[in-house]
C-alpha cells in the first residue's frame, strides 16, 4: 500500500487485478456486483489495520491463554447512497458486528453541489469509529458534505473508502476534511467535465444495480 499523508492507495496485486476487471464495459451487473464484493473485502483488510483490539480470556482444546479481539459493535460503516451499498455486503463479511448508517445525498446537476435527502445512524456515536462507503470519489462535493454531517456527532475517527479517486476529489476532501484519511484502489486521471472520473469505470450506481 502507497501512502501519501492522508491519502492511501492499496496497490495490492489481488486489489489491482480486481479493479481492472470492473473497469472493463463487457462486465456483467453479476460480475460488477461480485467484483465490487471481493475487492470490497480485501480493502477492508487494509482499512482497518489499525483497528484498536482488546485481550479476552479464551480456552485453546489444551489451555487457557489470553487473546486480541475486536469490538466489531464500535465499528461504523456509514454508505453514501446508493452506490456506497455495493461496498456493504463485502465489508460486512469482514467485521460482521460492525453497524452500518446511510447517508442520501444527490448531486444538483446545475451547480454539482450535494443535497441531503436522508441521514439515519447507529446512537451513541460519539463512543465509534466510522468508515464512510462510496465507490466514486469524483468531485468531492458529496464526500465532504456526508463528513460535515457525521463530524456533527463527534465520533471517536472517521476515515473514507472508495475504489476510485480523480485527484479533484482527493484534492477537495483533503482541504475539506485534511484529518480524514482516504482509502482507495486508484487515482486515475481526471474529472470529466460532467463530473465524472476518467478513466474510471462508469456510473459505480448503475453497474451494480443495473439500471442502465
Known sequence: ??????????????????????????????????????????MAYEVTRDMPTQAI????????????????????FASILRAGNGILEGVLSVVPGARVGHIGLYRDPKTLVAVEYYFKMPSEMEERDIIVVDPMLATGNSAAAAIDRLKELKPKS??????????????????????????????????????????????????????K
Not at 489481488?14 to 467484483?35: D, G, P
Not at 480470556?57 to 461504523?76: N, S, Y
Not at 476534511?177 to 472520473?197: K, Q
Request: charge should be neutral; glycine fraction near 6%.
Open 1 to 42: 500500500m502507497s501512502a501519501n499523508n492522508n491519502l492511501h492507495v492499496i496497490t495490492h496485486p489481488l486489489v489491482q487485478h480486481k479493479l481492472t476487471l470492473m473497469r472493463k464495459k463487457e462486465a456483467s451487473t453479476n460480475s460488477f456486483r461480485r467484483l465490487l464484493n471481493e475487492l470490497s473485502m480485501l
Open 57 to 76: 480470556e479464551i480456552e485453546t482444546p489444551l489451555e487457557k491463554m489470553t487473546a486480541q479481539v475486536i469490538d466489531g459493535k464500535k465499528l461504523v
Open 158 to 211: 472517521i476515515k473514507f473508502m472508495c475504489l476510485l479517486a480523480a485527484p479533484e476529489g482527493v484534492a477537495t476532501l483533503q482541504k475539506a476534511h485534511p484529518d480524514v484519511p482516504i482509502y482507495t484502489a486508484a487515482v486515475d486521471r481526471e474529472l470529466s467535465d460532467h463530473g465524472y472520473i476518467l478513466p474510471g469505470l462508469g456510473d459505480a450506481g448503475d453497474r451494480i444495480f443495473g439500471t
